[in-house]
């Protein structure tokens, strides 16, 4: 296999040193193990700026989207209602989760490249006053547009509706303080900024709202109480644990903090955006998303002529030493370029070179 360098919204490109810790076997029991599952739980909360009286973490295992569904069984009761505020593929992922559940919902849908209305929100939870709990997506990796969440998290406290955050792409790749916000449950995953592997997902929970989970759960392997309560004691997760994953995700918070923590690395990865933004703009490589509402995880370009043949293109990127997104829009065509994981300016630059030399091949031919 050839190596190359992926330009995803995760899987990602991770250190060698985060690879290391895979070659080491470790066992579900010990102490030392244990140790590590701890640790990371702590850590993970000072990313959020939040303390362990008022909020706590556990860990799924499983991809991003097992977290998620987590969250969603074990939050909302047969007796609650949900709110489900869309604008993406992601989004719509957690409407089918609560359709496979049997939850009691209501869907508030904006186009993709639009920013949910704050005001047709609160008409929502006016109009509706069964709606106990709020849930939309921070980050769409449909389209890397980056959604005002504070904006939805005063509303959620105004009408006290219990908060749910689906910050798969954008937790500790873009500054935020959870308590200050007041979400309840963030959910992300080990393979997004912190510049993991595959594996598991973690949920940051509020402590009151996470007792409150206790029996709503309709699947036992995705119970987050019951994950958290056996978690809690000592650290042993209560069916077997991606061990390696583990592991390799506590070297990954190291890291993250020997850059500087998330301030610094969100200034890496829009840094890498910018670069990237404005390169393919001056050969007519247009962004579908708007500079204001860009995140700077992930970035949907439209195809820049007719015809493009997006297969070729990914070839010719991905023998030159780079794997690029293929887009996840219906109306439009696009492609995706994702800026996280242990990408660097140089390797942004080099990127932009090796499309500047497809784009100019094709247009001379």
């Known amino acids: 296999m050839n190596t190359y360098k992926l330009l995803t919204p995760g899987p990602l490109t991770t250190t060698s040193t985060v690879k290391e810790e895979m070659l080491f076997d470790r066992c579900t029991w010990d102490q030392d193990y244990k140790e590590i599952t701890q640790k990371i739980r702590t850590q993970l909360l000072e990313f959020a700026g939040a303390s362990n009286e008022e909020y706590t973490v556990v860990l799924m295992q499983g991809s991003g989207t097992f977290a998620v569904e987590s969250t969603i069984t074990s939050a909302i009761s047969a007796t609650d209602k949900a709110l489900i505020i869309t604008n993406g ?9 609560a359709n496979y559940i049997g939850l009691n919902y209501q869907e508030y849908s904006v186009e993709y490249n639009e920013y949910p209305n704050e005001e047709e929100v609160r008409r929502i939870l006016e109009e509706d006053e ?13 389209t890397g547009i980056l959604n005002p969440i504070d904006k939805f998290a005063r509303l959620a406290q105004e009408y006290e509706k219990v908060f749910i955050v689906d910050a798969m792409s954008s937790f500790a790749g873009v500054e935020m303080n959870v308590p200050e916000l007041g979400i309840d449950f963030i959910i992300s995953s080990a393979n997004k900024c912190i510049q993991g592997v595959p594996g598991f997902g973690f949920v940051i929970a509020k402590l009151d709202k996470l007792l409150a989970c206790e029996g709503n ?20 997760w209560r069916y077997t644990s991606p061990t390696h994953v583990v592991a390799a995700f506590s070297k990954a918070m190291d890291e993250l903090i020997e ?3 998330v301030q610094a690395r969100s200034a890496r990865y829009q840094n890498n955006n910018r670069i990237l933004r404005e390169r393919l703009g001056k050969i007519g490589i247009q962004a579908y998303i708007t500079d204001e509402k860009q995140s700077p995880v992930i970035t949907t370009f439209l195809f820049p002529h007719e015809p493009f043949n997006f297969g070729d293109f990914y070839t010719f990127v991905k023998e030159k030493g780079y794997v690029i997104y293929p887009g996840k829009l219906t ?11 242990e990408i660097y300016e140089e390797d942004i630059q080099e990127l932009c070179s090796i499309i500047e030399e497809y784009v100019g091949g094709v247009t001379n031919e």
């Not at 593929?89 to 989760?97: D, F, L, Q, S, T």
């Open 89 to 97: 593929a992601y989004g719509e992922r957690i409407v089918k989760m």
């Open 130 to 142: 069964a709606i106990t709990h709020m849930v939309m997506v921070h980050c769409e990796t449909t």
């Open 217 to 236: 759960a309709r699947s036992l392997s995705l119970d987050l109480f019951d994950q958290w309560r056996e978690m809690d004691k000592d650290g042993k």
């Open 259 to 261: 850059e500087g923590g």
């Open 331 to 341: 109306d439009v065509d696009t492609f995706r370029i994702g800026n996280i994981g």
